[in-house]
């Protein structure tokens, strides 16, 4: 059974820092990464990273968010410095499974960033 499940969203003041964390369990998965969705916005690409630590950010975060995965244990983080309040959404883990091609998603992550 494929599980993601996503732990280190909280409320920040702008500047700050958060690290979110995804464990996951089933297949091998060939991406991985981090999507949020803002109130009536749609949901959106915040980072992903691959096998072969190939990392993909959105124009908005880099420089200032970072993505790894430990693929020993199956985890993937999501380090988020200098904070905005436009950072503040609901952060979703997302994978795809190597074989198959299957996409999974967390319960998400709420990160608010407010004075």
């Known amino acids: 059974q494929v599980q993601l499940v996503e732990s280190g969203g909280g409320s920040v003041q702008p500047g700050g820092s958060l690290r979110l964390s995804c464990a996951a369990s089933g297949p091998i998965f060939s991406l991985i990464g981090w999507y949020r969705q803002a109130p009536a916005k749609q949901r959106e690409l915040v980072a992903t990273i691959t096998l072969a630590d190939n990392t993909n950010y959105a124009d908005s975060v880099k420089g200032r968010f970072t993505i790894s995965r430990d693929n020993a244990k199956n985890t993937v983080s999501l380090q988020m410095n200098s904070l905005k309040p436009e950072d503040t959404a609901v952060y979703y883990c997302?994978?795809?499974?190597?074989?198959?091609?299957?996409?999974?998603w967390g319960q998400g992550a709420q990160v608010t960033v407010s004075p």
């Open positions: 997302n994978a795809v499974a190597l074989i198959g091609r299957g996409i999974y």
